[in-house]
């Protein structure tokens, strides 16, 4: 078998004239969970949906699942779930009607037993009958999960899967996410929290269309090369748009009572920092966390934000 | 009370704003009626005029163009065949090729001439009585039109009273009720309505509620969504002809078809007639943008449907062009099926032309509709 499950190379796609997915190239290894980052309209949606065979790619070759991408999308369809950004299951069914139809679209077999098991799994069994409209946000997260996972797909696609969902069942989902990948389930996942990036085994970022950073996040941070100082005291939130400002400076946030201040050269950061060293302040030097490296990533390719 | 004033224009406001969007909606606003009145305004005649007619004379003089041109010129008829035999000019009656059928006996001009009185038979369909009420009015001035010169010239002998008389049968519906007329064809104005309304929206519905994203990441084909969503409905439209020809019969005693080859050719008739309407309802419904739009298409076909049909006004009374696209609408030849095998008796063999139409546009629409179908999005 292939030991990558997604190896496509120079895909692209565009609507009218708005180029969305601009040479995308992506390897994933079997049994991998991948994180897919990257700001609103971006291409997080657009690119999943080309590699389910949901939309037609401009241009792309390579192969998902072992098989060529274009061509087979069919037999790909059979081995992938994917879990869609808005909720897409039928809200006039009940919960047990819309696995059914899973099941039997799928030509599963033990349908009731397939679908009793998973309504048990996710604590759904007693409301079985009821509408899946009527469910609540996170709810229908949990039951579209369920779906594109029913058929024991070996690809999994999963958009914004936890949008909306509470920590615990967020933790669940995401043991959940681990257990099916040490089986040898491929998943990809896009998400918007940076604990979940960090829980992926690696990590690809996209912006404006174009994957601009690829590996673990330790690799992503270390490449980076951002240096992040850490400023605490009272008051020190006041002054983080006055930080953000400075020359040398690529951003700055609050935290709480605390700062993160991130720049590429360390000494024109420290140089905007010396009219801030004074008490009641104090400062240090800490790794640059997934989100300060994101910020800087996105503020690289700002120039290139409108072009084509 | 003045401060609901802006509120009241933010809502209005709004609602053109959206009104402006829809583009087909604003289209259909304006283009609808205008076509609509052209149509349906030259189109529909109240009092029909140049129906189709046939005249067999079994008598050998030059009588029968007598009656042809004495026909004629009361302009209700129009005289196309000239048959030579009974079962040629019956089998024109009751394909509905005509409206009107003149028999000459043989010895008409003998008995004429010795001032007997013969008589002439005029066979009217009168399976719509509306058009065989236009095709009799033609033959009611017969007597005294027809044959004027003939008579003087031979000096037949002179009277005030007609020299002949025509005897009437009014065919299929001999007391010209005309629920026999309408409620048969209300059977396929019924069926189109639901069925194409219903399934206008298949498609739309799932695209506008965002689930056809999921159907489409499963393995299902675009011929195996179309067939599983069709079929249910194929079922409601036998359960609505069931219901609608029983009603037919207990309410309004319209005659049932007699013979299992006059059910037979009615079956297949309504399947393929139900088939079709869900196929154009399944093509809009890939056409449209949301489910409104699919609702105002299917308005849109109904009126036609109901005015070019044959259903409001007789068939042969509409002019050349709207006949034309008269043949076009399914409704039109499921019209003359569904009379034909509940009152005229007609089985397969009369009715080949309007079952292969209703095939022909059930692959055509068919066709279209899956060639319009995606597997992907975009
Ligand atoms: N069907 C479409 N027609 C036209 N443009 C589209 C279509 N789908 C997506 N786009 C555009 O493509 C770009 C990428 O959209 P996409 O949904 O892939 O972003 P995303 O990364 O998933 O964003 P988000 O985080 O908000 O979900 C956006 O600019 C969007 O407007
Ligand atoms: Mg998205």
Known sequence: MNARAIDVRGLNKSFGDRHVVRDVSIAVDTGRITGFLGPNGSGKTTTLRLLCGLLTPDSGEGTVLGMDFRARGDAIKRQTGYMTQKFSLYEDMTLEENLAFVARVHGLDNRRERVEDTLHRLGLFDRRQQLAGALSGGWKQRLALAAATLHQPRLLLLDEPTAGVDPKARREFWDEIHTLAAEGLTVLVSTHYMDEAERCHDIGYILYGRLIARGTADAIIRDSGLVTFLGEGPGIDRAAHLLARADGVLSASAFGAAVHVSGLKREALEAALVPWRKEPFRWSEVPPSLEDVFIQLMGRERDERYTS | ?378
């Open chain 2, 1 to 378: 009370m003045t401060g609901s004033l802006p509120r009241i224009l933010a809502v209005l406001l709004k609602e053109f704003t959206q009104l402006r969007r829809d583009r087909i909606t604003y289209a259909m606003i304006l283009v609808m009626p205008v076509m609509q009145l052209l149509i349906f305004g030259y189109a529909i005649n109240m009092d029909p005029r140049h129906l189709p007619a046939a005249v067999l004379s079994h008598d050998t003089s030059t009588v029968a163009d007598s009656v042809v041109a004495a026909l004629e010129r009361t302009g209700y008829v129009d005289v196309r065949y000239l048959p030579r035999s009974d079962e040629e000019l019956d089998q024109l009656i009751r394909r509905g090729q005509v409206m009107l059928g003149i028999t000459i006996p043989p010895d008409f001009t003998r008995r004429l001439l010795k001032g007997e009185r013969p008589q002439i038979l005029a066979e009217a369909d009168a399976s719509d009585p509306q058009a065989a009420a236009g095709a009799l009015a033609a033959v009611s001035v017969l007597p005294t039109e027809a044959l004027r010169h003939e008579r003087l010239g031979l000096g037949a002998p002179r009277s005030t009273a007609p020299a002949f008389e025509v005897v009437v049968h009014r065919r299929y519906n001999p007391e010209s009720r005309s629920p026999f007329h309408i409620v048969p064809g209300l059977l396929g104005i019924i069926l189109s309505m639901t069925l194409v309304m219903m399934t206008a929206m298949a498609v739309t519905r799932e695209r506008e509620r965002g689930t056809m994203e999921t159907l489409l990441s499963t393995p299902a084909t675009p011929a195996e969504i179309m067939v599983g969503k069709l079929t249910p409905y194929v079922v409601v439209g036998l359960v609505q002809t069931v219901v609608v020809l029983g009603m037919a019969r207990v309410l309004f005693s319209v005659p049932m078809a007699r013979t299992p080859a006059g059910w037979l050719a009615l079956a297949c008739g309504i399947v393929l007639f139900i088939v079709g309407n869900l196929s154009l309802g399944y093509l809009i419904s890939t056409l449209a943008r949301s489910q409104l739009q699919a609702m105002q298409m299917s308005m849109f076909y109904m009126l036609p449907s109901i005015f070019l049909s044959g259903f409001a006004f007789p068939f042969l009374g509409l002019p050349p062009w709207a006949r034309v696209l008269g043949e076009i609408i399914p409704v039109t030849h499921f019209l003359r099926i569904v009379r034909g095998a509940l009152l005229k008796d007609q089985v397969l063999a009369d009715m080949g032309n309007d079952l292969l139409a209703l095939g022909l546009f059930v692959l055509a629409v068919a066709g279209a509709a899956l060639g319009r179908s995606r597997t992907t999005l975009d």
